[in-house]
């Protein structure tokens, strides 16, 4: 069974500073890689993905994220951040065909002035 | 995502009571899900469908029933709402045959459930 974990439950960063957000997955074959971004009172908009190739993957709103299958993550970062960033991040793992995700329990974002 | 209408956004209801949530997408997709969000718990799959004719239960699904009316309507029951079945409910979409984007899902906006 695939499983994903979010390590930092809140992360605090000033506006302007870089963001990194951790997400580590099992899963036996090659996975499948999201992170959706959830803004206060939305649904779940998709920022990027990873199913094969380039393991640095860019997304919307200048995110990116590197897959490293010898560490099982798949971390997103931003150079800097801005205050409309603040909203709930959540990593998901799947694979190829499987049509099920299973998603991380979330790392809050605050962004302080 | 517009593409993907959930009603009603937000529904206050009794112990005991049966409850009807709504999907509903025009983005042409076979595969819809059902999702309950708890705060700390992230998204749990209650029930998935790949195409009309095909239903399955998730990882939560006791105290749920779905119906897959047609390939764009997804329902999600409640037959007998508790108090700890008070949560944010999403709608998800995907498609099995949208080259390069095999397991995407697009999400609805939610609708918040409130048992009393």
């Known amino acids: 069974a695939q499983s994903v974990t979010q390590p930092d439950i809140h992360i605090t960063v000033s506006e302007g500073a870089s963001l990194e957000l951790r997400c580590n997955y099992s899963y036996g074959a090659t996975p499948y890689l999201f992170w959706y971004v959830q803004s206060p009172g939305q649904g779940l908009q998709l920022l990027l993905k990873?199913?094969?190739?380039?393991?640095l993957v860019q997304g919307i709103k200048g995110f990116e994220a590197e897959f490293k299958r010898s560490q099982s993550s798949f971390n997103l970062r931003k150079p800097s951040v801005h205050w409309s960033d603040a909203a709930e991040y959540f990593c998901?793992?799947?694979?190829?065909?499987?049509?099920?995700?299973?998603f991380g329990k979330g790392t809050m974002l605050l962004v302080s002035p | 995502d517009a593409d993907v209408t959930q009603t009603p956004r937000n529904r206050i209801t009794k112990t005991g009571k049966r409850i009807m949530l709504e999907c509903s997408q025009t983005?042409?997709?076979?595969?819809m899900y059902w999702y309950r969000q708890d705060p700390g718990l992230g998204l749990r799959l209650i029930y998935y469908s790949f195409d009309v004719k095909d239903i399955n239960k998730g990882e939560i699904s006791d105290g749920y029933s779905v119906s897959r009316q047609a390939q764009a309507k997804f329902s999600l029951s409640l037959e007998s709402a508790i108090p700890n079945q008070t949560a944010l409910y999403f709608c998800?979409?995907?498609?099995?045959?949208?080259?390069?984007?095999?397991?995407?899902?697009?999400f609805g906006p939610g609708t918040r459930l409130t048992v009393l």
């Open positions: 998901a793992v799947g694979a190829y065909g499987y049509s099920t995700l299973t």
């Open positions: 983005k042409g997709h076979d595969r």
């Open positions: 998800a979409t995907s498609a099995s045959l949208e080259v390069g984007n095999t397991d995407t899902q697009y």
């Open positions: 990873y199913f094969s190739g380039d393991t």
